[in-house]
């Protein structure tokens, strides 16, 4: 039977701290209007404080995690705690939508099926609709929260602070969820989040049917950045997004992706700082993007035409203008959200998720009747794309 991925829900989190392009302006030879008019970026949230790179703003996090000796860090905005913040707002958005999720609700209707017995005890039998009730609820007792169904945690980064532990190691505990988690980060750049949801979607067909899996995308790029670079700094911004996925019987997802070995477009040099050769990225995603989401319809057996929106990683809105003249499909079909955000790599499109969902055009059923691509390029170089076509 073919499967594909529901959208259960998402949450994003942004440091508080917005830099605009006048910031940069008055630092470095560059210009407001050279900055929107060349990328479309109009501001971006920075973890890392304006009074000098190296040290930290406060970010809306209070949600320290403990280190091992049992300290929470100073620092709210590390990746985890960006990501920690995005996960537990997708897990409380996914709770107002499945009210009899929650442990509460277990416990009710476990007092509820006592209660459908009880009444029949006596008389040892029991009416059809006694049957269907006491069924119902036991149904609902039985049925697992979601910290419980959750199967895998999968976080989609490059600028994790440490090494080990990985990011989404740390968000098991905090999240309260069931330590049966197979828990890991991808780092594929700004491909990442597209590559965390294909590794999710090919693992949750081999789990029980109302499993989930957590796909977050975290990146705090300020601390990567070098301030005196106008090429990059004013690129980047931080945040992170959670979304939350099952799988569910429907059109089979369609998954393209491809590496290959350039490791001098896009990387980071000695001191970890970002160095692109920004032209040849440009044309990098102008190329292969519109390519690739020609294919997938093809695929998908599809026209562009019938695809209803084209959730493109947010880099810049000349490319995904470009993108949307080479396939002549308006430019509605393309949200974008950079002006606001800037490039903020793997957390690009789970924020873009974020906010389609929560200004109402992305839902549960929403995705389920929307033919949607979402398309990533990043360092590698590296590309990964994915059409989730309507139910019939
Ligand atoms: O997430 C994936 C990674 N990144 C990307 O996807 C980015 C892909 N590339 C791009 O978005 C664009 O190439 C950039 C926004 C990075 C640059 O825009 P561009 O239109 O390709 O500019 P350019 O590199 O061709 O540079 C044009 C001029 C150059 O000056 P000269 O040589 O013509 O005198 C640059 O030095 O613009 C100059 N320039 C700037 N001027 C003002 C480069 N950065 C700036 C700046 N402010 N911030």
Same mark, same amino acid.
């Given at each position: 039977?073919?499967?594909?991925?529901?959208?259960?829900?998402?949450?994003?989190?942004?440091?508080?701290?917005?830099?605009?392009?006048?910031?940069?302006?008055?630092?470095?030879?560059?210009?407001?209007?050279?900055?929107?008019?060349?990328?479309?970026?109009?501001?971006?949230?920075?973890?890392?404080?304006?009074?000098?790179?190296?040290?930290?703003?406060?970010?809306?996090?209070?949600?320290?995690?403990?280190?091992?000796?049992? !300290?929470?860090?100073?620092?709210?905005?590390?990746?985890?705690?960006?990501? =920690?913040?995005?996960?537990?707002?997708?897990?409380?958005?996914?709770?107002?939508?499945?009210?009899?999720?929650?442990?509460? /609700?277990?416990?009710?209707?476990?007092?509820?099926?006592?209660?459908?017995?009880?009444?029949?005890?006596?008389?040892?039998?029991?009416?059809?609709?006694?049957?269907? !009730?006491?069924?119902?609820?036991?149904?609902?007792?039985?049925?697992?929260?979601?910290?419980?169904?959750?199967?895998?945690?999968?976080?989609?980064?490059?600028?994790?602070?440490?090494?080990?532990?990985?990011?989404?190691?740390?968000?098991?505990?905090?999240?309260?969820?069931?330590?049966?988690?197979?828990?890991?980060?991808?780092?594929?750049?700004?491909?990442?989040?597209?590559?965390? =949801?294909?590794?999710?979607?090919?693992?949750?067909?081999?789990?029980?049917?109302?499993?989930?899996?957590?796909?977050?995308?975290?990146?705090?790029?300020?601390?990567?950045?070098?301030?005196?670079?106008?090429?990059?700094?004013?690129?980047?911004?931080?945040?992170?997004?959670?979304?939350?996925?099952?799988?569910?019987?429907?059109?089979?997802?369609?998954?393209?992706?491809?590496?290959?070995?350039?490791?001098? =477009?896009?990387?980071?040099?000695?001191?970890? /700082?970002?160095?692109?050769?920004?032209?040849?990225?440009?044309?990098?995603?102008?190329?292969? =993007?519109?390519?690739?989401?020609?294919?997938?319809?093809?695929?998908?057996?599809?026209?562009?035409?019938?695809?209803?929106?084209?959730?493109? /990683?947010?880099?810049?809105?000349?490319?995904?203008?470009?993108?949307?003249?080479?396939?002549?499909?308006?430019?509605?079909?393309?949200?974008?959200?950079?002006?606001?955000?800037?490039?903020?790599?793997?957390?690009?499109?789970?924020?873009?998720?974020?906010?389609?969902?929560?200004?109402?055009?992305?839902?549960?059923?929403?995705?389920?009747?929307?033919?949607?691509?979402?398309?990533?390029?990043?360092?590698?170089?590296?590309?990964?794309?994915?059409?989730?076509?309507?139910?019939?």
């Amino acid at each position: 039977m073919d499967m594909k991925l529901v959208l259960e829900a998402c949450g994003k989190a942004l440091p508080e701290q917005i830099i605009d392009n006048d910031w940069f302006a008055a630092r470095l030879d560059t210009s407001d209007e050279w900055i929107r008019q060349r990328t479309g970026i109009r501001e971006r949230r920075l973890a890392i404080d304006i009074a000098g790179p190296g040290t930290v703003a406060p970010n809306s996090s209070q949600s320290g995690i403990a280190r091992p000796d049992g !300290k929470i860090p100073i620092d709210g905005t590390q990746v985890a705690n960006l990501a =920690l913040d995005a996960a537990r707002r997708c897990l409380k958005n996914f709770r107002e939508l499945n009210p009899t999720d929650s442990v509460y /609700h277990t416990t009710i209707s476990a007092a509820g099926s006592d209660a459908a017995f009880a009444e029949n005890s006596d008389k040892n039998t029991a009416t059809a609709s006694e049957v269907a !009730k006491a069924v119902d609820v036991a149904t609902v007792a039985t049925s697992l929260s979601v910290a419980e169904r959750i199967k895998y945690v999968l976080v989609a980064t490059m600028s994790a602070e440490q090494r080990m532990p990985n990011i989404a190691s740390q968000l098991i505990e905090p999240l309260g969820l069931n330590p049966n988690v197979l828990a890991f980060d991808i780092n594929a750049a700004c491909t990442g989040f597209v590559y965390s =949801l294909e590794t999710a979607s090919a693992l949750l067909k081999t789990q029980p049917p109302d499993s989930l899996a957590l796909v977050i995308g975290a990146e705090r790029l300020s601390s990567l950045l070098d301030f005196s670079d106008r090429s990059t700094a004013v690129l980047f911004g931080d945040g992170a997004a959670a979304t939350l996925w099952s799988v569910e019987p429907g059109p089979k997802d369609i998954f393209i992706s491809g590496t290959e070995t350039a490791p001098l =477009l896009l990387y980071t040099d000695a001191d970890q /700082h970002i160095r692109m050769e920004g032209r040849a990225v440009f044309r990098y995603a102008t190329s292969t =993007l519109p390519r690739v989401l020609q294919e997938l319809a093809e695929v998908g057996e599809l026209e562009t035409d019938a695809i209803d929106y084209f959730l493109l /990683h947010q880099a810049n809105s000349r490319i995904i203008d470009s993108i949307s003249s080479r396939l002549n499909l308006p430019a509605e079909r393309f949200p974008q959200n950079l002006a606001l955000c800037g490039n903020t790599s793997a957390a690009s499109l789970p924020l873009l998720l974020a906010d389609l969902w929560s200004d109402g055009t992305l839902s549960r059923t929403g995705q389920q009747n929307l033919n949607i691509c979402l398309a990533a390029f990043g360092a590698g170089m590296s590309y990964g794309s994915v059409l989730m076509r309507r139910n019939s």
